[in-house]
């Protein structure tokens, strides 16, 4: 099986723009769909982006999913970031039924 | 809308079983496409995939806690449990249940907080 790789945190300001990566160890990112999901403090995380830059209903066009092949890599961009937005972001994907995560980024806004 | 919701001991005693069920409401369990799993997570620290159950019955477990787990289904309560054996501190954890079709999660339950302690 793979990994997922992501910053263990970054920061930014409200209002400016931040991009989180989640890098696959081996095979192509482009492979298996990858998922966003935010997670708040005491909550059970949920969906920002799926099949790689679906944005479901309700989620804000602020965030937005790429992958990139060349680096072999996924990534999650919020624009015009609030203090609500201040968060744990897991990446998801999948291999042979097994469910695969990223080590979490926690993004604060400051 | 679907929900799932976990129950079982929210403390468990070193080498012992812990065992969770998940209980499922608003939706066809039985969908031939959806597979019915289990994650938890360490306090303070992230997500672990631990296994999954396809609507046929087959299973798949991490590598890491193969030899400990066994993920089943009982059809008719609209249920699937997780049992986790030789449990050590190290499995303290939030345990959540969670449905997937496509690979992606697509429902989850609310956590539960397992603590192994004596």
């Known amino acids: 099986n793979f990994m997922l790789t992501q910053p263990h945190s970054v920061s930014e300001s409200p209002g400016k723009t931040v991009t989180i990566s989640c890098t696959r160890s081996?095979?192509?990112?482009?492979?298996?769909?990858v998922q966003w999901y935010q997670q708040r403090p005491g909550s059970s995380p949920t969906t920002m982006i799926y099949?790689?830059?679906?944005?479901p209903s309700g989620v804000p066009d602020r965030f937005s999913g790429s992958i990139d092949r060349s680096s072999n890599s996924a990534s999650l961009t919020i624009s015009g970031l609030k203090t609500e937005d201040e968060a744990d972001y897991y990446c998801q994907s999948y291999d042979s039924s097994s469910w695969v995560f990223g080590g979490g980024t926690k993004l604060t806004v400051l | 809308q679907l929900q799932l919701q976990e129950s079982g001991p929210g403390l468990v005693k070193p080498s012992e079983t812990l065992s969770l069920t998940c209980s499922v409401s608003?939706?066809?369990?039985?969908?031939?496409?959806?597979?019915w799993g289990w994650i938890r997570q360490p306090p303070g620290k992230g997500l672990q995939w631990i296994g999954s159950i396809f609507y046929g019955g087959s299973t798949y477990y991490n590598p890491s806690l193969k030899s400990r787990v066994t993920i089943s289904v009982d059809t008719s309560k609209n249920q699937f449990s997780l049992k986790l054996s030789s449990v050590t501190s190290a499995d303290t954890s939030v345990y959540y249940c969670?449905?997937?079709?496509?690979?992606?999660?697509?429902?989850w339950g609310q956590g539960t907080l397992v603590t192994v302690s004596s």
């Open positions: 608003g939706g066809s369990f039985s969908s031939n496409r959806a597979y």
């Open positions: 081996s095979g192509s990112i482009a492979s298996n769909y």
């Open positions: 099949e790689d830059d679906q944005r």
């Open positions: 969670a449905m997937s079709i496509s690979g992606r999660i697509d429902f």
